[in-house]
């Protein structure tokens, strides 16, 4: 059984599975009751549940009563931001479940006290460093009054400048970079502002703000082990895949679920500092990673989640792996630049591969951008809710208040 249908990661797990003879039963929220991948060919079988935030005991429920009716045996969550914690739950019931009816239902979830601790960024902050890797310097905010009064070089450190990020993920404000120190009014005006909301209960980070070349890896852990991991060169909205091979990267990720042993799915946010070439994690997402899309071309990650300790060496993409993009998000790209993207365009849709479209299964990418994106516009409107984007790649229009 596999969560979070609308994204592309979810439909690249969906083809994976069937592909090693697995049945995948796949799950999506009411809203999205239109997703492209439900019309994969690697998809037996489609159920829409409630929304997790809203209704969290409903939501297990019927996450067990899915995984009853179909005989579920393996859960892999492939959760948005706001869910990763009640998916985890939910993997925990699900195997309680299985073992109270005799059978066994491996859940790919990190267990719930480990998922709400890595997905907090000062907690994680602290927990990385206290296992002597290396991250950035942080403050935890839960007030206007505190974030005033760290506003000054004598508060933060002379020639230091940190970022200021909402703790929760949020879709609309992790854009604004907004830096401290700054002037008085300037910040002021900034948590003036309607949407801006910093309390004990909505705390937000200062962070260390380090110049460099960001990246971004998926993994998968198993007892203390790296069964799977692919990196990435990233950026604030990524849309573009290519396995690097980082070699840092790699070497902090395999620290990092060595001293924790770890069993589960992790995506680390990582800058690599362009002062002296040390390598920062910035944030742990316990969930799916787009950056799974590096496998499209790979035989072995249906292994690694089916039988991790039959693997005996990290399975990585393809050395020589085409990059992933999606179609339209290029398209507008050269729209909006046709004489300075072009050179761009050519080459990766030349080199490169499209995140859903593939000839033998082309209904996805169909629905994706003929119901599933119309659907969830139009529903916008009717709503009213201001909103910024439409992201392919995560099936969603990225709205203020949204999920």
Same mark, same amino acid.
Request: charged residues 15%.
């Given at each position: 059984?596999?969560?979070?249908?609308?994204?592309?990661?979810? /439909?690249?797990?969906?083809?994976?599975?069937?592909?090693?003879?697995?049945?995948?039963?796949?799950?999506?929220? $009411?809203? +999205?009751?239109?997703?492209?991948?439900?019309?994969?060919?690697?998809?037996?079988? *489609?159920?829409? !549940?409630?929304?997790?935030?809203? $209704?969290?005991?409903? +939501?297990?429920?019927?996450?067990?009563?899915?995984?009853?009716?179909?005989?579920?045996?393996?859960?892999?969550?492939?959760?948005?931001?706001?869910?990763?914690?009640?998916?985890?739950?939910?993997?925990?019931?699900?195997?309680?479940?299985?073992?109270?009816?005799?059978?066994?239902?491996?859940?790919?979830?990190?267990?719930?006290?480990?998922?709400? /601790?890595?997905?907090?960024?000062?907690?994680?902050?602290?927990?990385?460093? %206290?296992?002597?890797?290396?991250?950035?310097? $942080?403050?935890?905010?839960?007030?206007?009054?505190?974030?005033?009064?760290?506003?000054?070089?004598?508060?933060?450190?002379? =020639?230091?400048?940190?970022?200021? @990020?909402?703790?929760?993920?949020?879709?609309?404000?992790?854009?604004?970079?907004?830096?401290?120190?700054?002037? %008085?009014?300037?910040?002021?005006?900034?948590? %003036?502002?309607?949407?801006?909301?910093?309390?004990?209960?909505?705390?937000?980070?200062?962070?260390?703000?380090?110049?460099?070349?960001? +990246?971004?890896?998926?993994? /998968?852990?198993?007892? =203390?082990?790296?069964?799977?991991?692919?990196?990435?060169?990233?950026?604030?909205? #990524?849309?573009?895949?290519?396995?690097?091979?980082?070699?840092?990267?790699?070497?902090?990720?395999?620290?990092?679920?060595?001293?924790?042993?770890?069993?589960?799915?992790?995506?680390?946010?990582?800058?690599?500092?362009?002062?002296?070439?040390?390598?920062?994690?910035?944030?742990?997402?316990?969930?799916?990673?787009?950056? &799974?899309?590096?496998?499209?071309?790979?035989?072995?990650?249906?292994?690694?989640?089916?039988?991790?300790?039959?693997?005996?060496?990290?399975?990585?993409?393809?050395? $020589?792996?085409?990059?992933? +993009?999606?179609?339209? #998000?290029? !398209?507008?790209?050269?729209?909006?630049?046709?004489?300075?993207?072009?050179?761009? *365009?050519?080459?990766?849709?030349?080199?490169?591969?499209?995140?859903?479209?593939?000839?033998?299964?082309?209904?996805?990418?169909?629905?994706?951008?003929?119901?599933?994106?119309?659907?969830?516009?139009?529903?916008?409107?009717?709503?009213?809710?201001?909103? @910024?984007?439409?992201?392919?790649? &995560?099936?969603?229009?990225?709205?203020?208040?949204?999920?």
């Amino acid at each position: 059984m596999v969560t979070g249908g609308k994204m592309t990661k979810a /439909l690249h797990v969906c083809r994976h599975l069937a592909a090693a003879g697995w049945r995948v039963v796949l799950v999506e929220t $009411h809203k +999205y009751w239109h997703v492209g991948s439900r019309f994969s060919s690697s998809v037996a079988s *489609f159920h829409t !549940v409630p929304v997790p935030e809203d $209704h969290p005991e409903a +939501y297990v429920q019927a996450l067990l009563g899915i995984a009853a009716a179909e005989g579920v045996t393996m859960f892999i969550p492939v959760s948005s931001p706001i869910a990763s914690l009640y998916d985890a739950l939910a993997g925990e019931a699900l195997a309680a479940q299985a073992q109270a009816q005799g059978r066994q239902c491996r859940s790919w979830s990190l267990p719930a006290a480990t998922t709400a /601790l890595l997905d907090h960024k000062g907690s994680f902050s602290a927990h990385a460093a %206290a296992l002597e890797l290396l991250v950035p310097q $942080h403050h935890v905010v839960t007030s206007p009054q505190q974030l005033q009064q760290l506003n000054s070089e004598k508060a933060l450190g002379a =020639g230091r400048r940190f970022v200021l @990020k909402s703790i929760a993920y949020d879709s609309v404000h992790r854009a604004d970079l907004m830096l401290l120190p700054c002037p %008085a009014a300037k910040l002021a005006a900034y948590l %003036a502002r309607p949407d801006i909301s910093i309390t004990q209960q909505c705390p937000w980070i200062l962070q260390e703000y380090i110049q460099g070349r960001e +990246y971004s890896c998926y993994s /998968l852990a198993h007892l =203390g082990r790296l069964v799977a991991h692919a990196d990435t060169a990233a950026a604030l909205s #990524n849309l573009n895949y290519k396995y690097e091979g980082h070699p840092a990267i790699r070497q902090w990720v395999e620290a990092f679920v060595q001293r924790t042993n770890a069993s589960g799915q992790l995506c680390f946010d990582f800058i690599e500092s362009a002062k002296d070439g040390r390598l920062y994690c910035i944030e742990c997402n316990p969930r799916t990673s787009s950056v &799974i899309t590096e496998f499209h071309d790979s035989s072995q990650l249906a292994a690694a989640f089916a039988s991790p300790a039959d693997v005996h060496q990290t399975i990585n993409p393809l050395p $020589h792996s085409c990059p992933i +993009y999606w179609w339209w #998000n290029e !398209v507008a790209r050269l729209a909006a630049s046709p004489w300075w993207y072009a050179p761009t *365009f050519l080459s990766l849709i030349g080199a490169g591969v499209d995140g859903v479209f593939t000839p033998a299964d082309p209904w996805p990418f169909i629905a994706l951008h003929y119901l599933q994106v119309p659907a969830l516009l139009v529903g916008n409107m009717l709503r009213g809710n201001p909103w @910024k984007k439409v992201d392919l790649c &995560i099936g969603k229009v990225a709205e203020l208040y949204g999920d």
